[in-house]
């Protein structure tokens, strides 16, 4: 059974760019959710999508959204980056709300 | 707010020296416990959910229980591969859009020495 899988696994923006990040999650698991990790912070909710629907936001600002498509894919959208959004950028996908979360490897984001 | 906070935050043990990591929590509302295990550069792995105080699951050399207030990760004789950060999370309260969030804890990077 194929995992949780995140494209690209590395990326290099300039500042002022905007991204889009992509998650594909395990077949058949509905809600997927995002988070950005750093050093210093651990692990911060972005969102959580269930059903093509936000169900859940995060304390970061409007910059970062995301959508989830009828085959449950998900990809999050950062505008206007800034230097201090470099970080790892984790997509999680459960079979339900409150099941375990099975996560990807992960995008490295890099802002110069 | 919810808060979850771990303890260490690192821990360096020999091998085979059994220790716990600690998990306290302030929710409203828990509805579940998790813990993952993260190795450098890669996403987290999951390992177990709890869901109520006197629940205790075990796989290999770790074991983990769970009170009203704290969890704990135990680790019998470690070995080096036992080396990763170990992530607690709750799942409690609600969120922004009416259902349940998650709050992830900071972690406690492990490294077990041969």
């Known amino acids: 059974k194929a995992g949780v899988t995140q494209t690209p696994r590395y990326l290099i923006k300039t500042r002022g760019q905007q991204v889009t990040l992509s998650c594909s999650p395990i077949s058949g698991h509905r809600s997927v959710s995002w988070y950005q990790q750093t050093p210093g912070q651990g692990l911060q909710f972005l969102f959580e999508?269930?059903?093509?629907?936000?169900?859940n936001k995060g304390n970061f600002p409007g910059r970062f959204s995301g959508r989830q498509f009828s085959n449950s894919r998900s990809e999050m959208n950062v505008s206007t980056l800034e230097l201090g959004d470099s970080a790892l950028y984790l997509c999680?996908?459960?079979?339900?709300?409150?099941?375990?979360?099975?996560f990807g490897q992960g995008t490295r984001l890099t802002v110069v | 707010e919810d808060q979850v906070t771990q303890s260490p935050e690192a821990l360096r043990l020999q091998e085979g020296e059994s220790s716990s990591l600690n998990c306290s929590y302030t929710v409203s509302g828990l509805r579940g416990l998790f813990w993952y295990r993260q190795d450098p550069g890669k996403g987290p792995e999951f390992l177990f959910t709890?869901?109520?105080a006197g629940e205790e699951k075990e796989k290999e050399r770790l074991k983990a229980t769970l009170t009203k207030k704290e969890s704990f990760l135990h680790i019998t004789a470690p070995k080096p591969e036992d080396s990763a950060t170990y992530l607690c999370a709750v799942q409690a309260g609600v969120g922004s859009g009416g259902y349940q969030k998650v709050t992830f804890g900071i972690g406690t990077k492990l490294q077990v020495i041969p």
């Open positions: 999508y269930f059903s093509e629907t936000q169900r």
């Open positions: 999680a996908s459960s079979l339900r709300q409150g099941a375990e979360a099975f």
């Open positions: 709890l869901y109520s």
